[in-house]
């Protein structure tokens, strides 16, 4: 994992130090010599959806790093407070300003290298009108064969993106658990 380590409690400011803890615990964590507070460092769920219009996929073109220019589905970082369909909702108007009505979760993908759980939403449109945030560049619908492949920003998109389209042509959409190692 690329996150940065801890390095002072957050209850009292010391230096923490990692080490085993001695509740019995079997990972090194992050522990306060003064106050024995334990930091358990989880991994960050982003959350998102797979909005559609007929037979058309929404994505925006980002204007953030990283991957700035870069095509994706509405998503982002899930905000203390919210459940994970909330986020998605929320995310999926920020970035694209799209109208919708949010169906099933269509897809969890764990990504360990990087500590994160992506979690996509289908969402239908209800119109075609976007009105898009300062995140994003552009918001565009696709039919499957226009998707820009090579300018998929994440691979999670791409999985997901790639799974829509194989039950949609099936006529059964399921529910996907991808683990990209």
């Avoid at 960050?44 to 220019?69: A, H, M, Q, S």
């Amino acid at each position: 994992m690329h996150r940065k380590p801890i390095r002072h409690c957050r209850e009292c400011g010391t230096a923490v130090v990692y080490r085993l803890p001695d509740d019995g615990d079997t990972k090194e964590r992050a522990v306060c010599p003064s106050c024995v507070t334990i930091h358990y460092e989880n991994p960050l769920n982003v959350v998102g959806t797979v909005p559609y219009f007929d037979d058309r996929v929404l994505l925006c073109k980002r204007n953030i790093e990283p991957r700035w220019g870069k095509w994706t589905l509405p998503a982002g970082f899930m905000e203390l407070g919210e459940t994970t369909a909330a986020g998605a909702a929320r995310e999926t108007v920020e970035e694209a300003g799209a109208q919708f009505e949010l169906e099933d979760l269509f897809s969890l993908i764990n990504v360990p290298v990087v500590g994160q759980v992506h979690l996509f939403y289908r969402a239908r449109l209800t119109s075609e009108q976007f009105d898009p945030g300062s995140e994003t560049l552009e918001a565009r619908l696709f039919h499957e064969d226009e998707i820009p492949w090579d300018e998929i920003a994440f691979q999670t998109v791409k999985q997901t993106l790639q799974r829509y389209f194989a039950d949609r042509q099936s006529g059964q959409f399921r529910f996907h658990t991808i683990d990209l190692v």
